[in-house]
């Protein structure tokens, strides 16, 4: 099950948790059924809160669950002058390509934009070691960037037997 799944289970035991609260608070009436019906309302304002965040860009900072020293392979990247350096990656041991937002700096979108056009006249791939390393931050903006080589090309078949002539056969 996705960790989305997880999240929107948590809003709900909250909500359920308060409707509870409310309605067993000695309170009068209108307040306790305003409570529930606020409680109500958490749920699918927090189904459409996750769902909304799912197609935007993650920042970098925010990311807390995958391994810190895992490196990822870059897809591509988009950069939004000024603002934020968007990076489309695979990252090791993941099935699915995810979306992170890097801070701007202009070192950074320069370094990318090099390595991204070696790569393509090396036909090589980009691999970013490092990418959710808070001291890579802290240094400024320090990427670390590498170019893998592309895989060698398949080896040839060998050469088939030499063919000897038969005197028994029929082909010549």
């Given amino acids: 099950m996705s960790l989305l799944f997880y999240f929107y289970l948590a809003a709900i035991c909250a909500a359920?948790?308060?409707a509870?609260?409310?309605i067993w608070a000695p309170r009068r009436t209108a307040p306790r059924a305003a409570s529930v019906a606020l409680a109500v309302a958490v749920i699918p304002a927090s189904y459409a809160a996750l769902t909304e965040i799912l197609g935007?860009?993650?920042p970098v900072a925010h990311e807390w669950w995958s391994d810190r020293s895992a490196s990822a392979v870059l897809l591509g990247t988009s950069v939004d002058e000024g603002r934020a350096i968007y990076l489309w990656v695979h990252l090791d041991g993941e099935t699915r390509p995810r979306y992170y937002e890097l801070p701007w700096r202009r070192t950074v979108a320069e370094r990318i934009q090099?390595?991204?056009d070696e790569a393509i006249r090396t036909r090589g791939r980009i691999e970013i070691k490092d990418l959710f390393s808070s001291r890579a931050w802290d240094n400024l903006g320090f990427i670390n960037i590498e170019?893998?080589?592309?895989?060698?090309p398949p080896l040839k078949p060998p050469?088939?037997?030499a063919r000897m002539f038969d005197p028994r056969g029929d082909v010549i």
């Fill in 159 to 161: 050469p088939p037997p």
């Fill in 20 to 22: 509870t609260v409310a």
């Fill in 56 to 58: 935007k860009p993650k």
């Fill in 114 to 116: 090099e390595v991204t």
């Fill in 147 to 152: 170019i893998a080589p592309p895989s060698a």
């Fill in 16 to 18: 359920v948790l308060l």
